[in-house]
């Protein structure tokens, strides 16, 4: 049992760009190689995808991501509708078979151990728009996509100091789609019933961050918080060279405050927020890891701060936790350093498709044991499920999982949602809310 057939609007947009790649690389050997390592990456997704298919369980943290899991397999399946040719491009042949995804088509929907839900369903592993973020990111990447200058640095915007609330929604810029609410407006809608003082985006307008996926994903359903908005640079919006992210997202009047630099500090005497780009300097594949490096323009930002002895919470897209909370990984040791040898108080981030509150983590500096609350708030409106295996590791306090009673059940969904903080003075509490506006932690 064949996949479905590719809709002619996504033979258009991702395979036509394909065709682009193809053309640019043909006779340019540094391209190719290019293209050629970026193979690897999307060859352990599939082996992923293939081995869930199989009934068996990679671990939460196995390498690969699932929505690229089936890139390799529209590839041939485009190399039959439209001549392309997935050895031209440099990329191997698709080891994913009919066969393994026949009893796929009949269940509908699988949920993987962190949730990533895999079938045929918008934003699911075997939605075949993803082709379009591997294709502008393979353009991106051999220089077919100019990237964006980074914007200049901004002041710091004076934090009250009375009670000051703040929603942070991360992965949030699906916009509207679905015969239901879509779970981005439902989120959005509940954030404005708090009407708090500020509303962050903890980054990801998909599928690429296009200047318009940009406005129709995001700006178009952005509802503006009392004092300010924020939003982070992503992954997902980096494969268009941030272009949109830059000239669309924070061109937007309610951004005004970040005046067009992907990073931001809110502070006053007691408590500082920091917002830092992890998406724009990351060297990683698919800018999946995320990084800080020594050389990053926000380094000097951060010392000008004098963060002191302040408590300090931070804000970025990627993580800096495996998803089980088990290990660090790459960005955990940039954020000590880019701090300049210190860890902050509270550290949110979204990339990974849910909502997590790990058991507090202790670290030494210079001798002396702290504590970092991590939080994975990247549930704001990518479908996912019950990712059984998250808690399993004993590093999580809580992850989303309450069933989604307007989804089909067949679908197997849960409940999107978002985080509301309170500072006042020093003192820092969080409320974690699902999409209908009831309270799910703690």
């Known amino acids: 049992m064949p996949l479905p057939k590719l809709p002619a609007g996504i033979l258009e947009r991702g395979v036509l760009k394909l065709r682009q790649v193809e053309a640019a690389i043909r006779n340019d050997l540094t391209r190719r190689q290019v293209i050629a390592t970026i193979a690897e990456y999307l060859r352990d997704s599939e082996e992923k995808l293939i081995a869930l298919l199989r009934g068996e369980k990679p671990h939460v943290d196995a390498p690969g991501r699932t929505e690229f899991g089936a890139i390799l397999y529209y590839l041939r399946d485009a190399s039959r509708l439209a001549g392309i040719i997935p050895e031209r491009i440099g990329l191997p042949e698709s080891r994913l078979t009919d066969e393994l995804i026949a009893g796929l088509l009949k269940n509908f929907a699988l949920v993987t151990g962190d949730g990533s839900l895999i079938g045929f369903g918008k934003w699911e592993s075997f939605d075949p728009e993803w082709i379009e973020s591997a294709a502008n990111y393979f353009l991106l990447k051999i220089g077919e996509i100019e990237l964006h200058p980074i914007g200049p640095l901004p002041a710091p915007v004076p934090l009250q100091s009375g009670p000051v609330t703040i929603a942070l929604v991360g992965d949030w810029g699906t916009g509207k789609w679905g015969k239901q609410m879509a779970p981005a407006l439902a989120v959005m809608n509940q954030i404005v019933k708090l009407k708090p003082n ?16 940009e406005d129709a994903n995001y700006v178009k359903f952005w509802k503006a918080a009392t004092d300010g908005n924020f939003m982070l640079n992503s992954n997902h919006e980096m494969y268009t060279g941030a272009n949109g992210y830059f000239d669309v997202g924070l061109a937007d009047p309610p951004f005004a405050l970040q005046k067009r630099s992907s990073c931001f500090a809110l502070m006053n005497d007691k408590v500082v927020i920091l917002g830092l780009d992890s998406a724009y300097n990351d060297t990683s594949i698919l800018f999946q890891k995320g990084g800080i490096p020594s050389t990053s323009w926000q380094i000097p930002f951060i010392q000008s701060l004098n963060i002191g002895k302040r408590k300090l919470i931070v804000l970025t897209h990627h993580n800096g936790l495996s998803t089980s909370g088990g290990q660090t990984i790459g960005l955990w040791q940039d954020m000590y350093a880019a701090l300049g040898n210190r860890y902050p108080d509270y550290w949110y981030w979204g990339h990974v498709h849910n909502g997590i509150v790990y058991k507090p983590r202790t670290e030494t500096v210079n001798g002396k044991k702290v504590t970092v609350l991590a939080r994975c708030t990247g549930h704001g409106a990518i479908p996912f499920g019950n990712g059984k295996d998250i808690p399993g590791a004993g590093f999580v306090e809580y992850y989303a999982h ?41």
């Open 402 to 442: 309450t069933p989604n009673p307007t989804a089909p059940p067949i679908r197997k969904r849960v409940m999107n949602g978002f985080t509301v903080l309170t500072i006042d003075g020093a003192n820092v509490s969080e409320v974690w809310y699902n999409q209908n506006g009831k309270k799910a932690w703690p």
């Open 198 to 213: 500020y509303t962050i985006h903890l980054g990801d307008v998909y599928y690429s961050g296009t200047k318009a996926e």
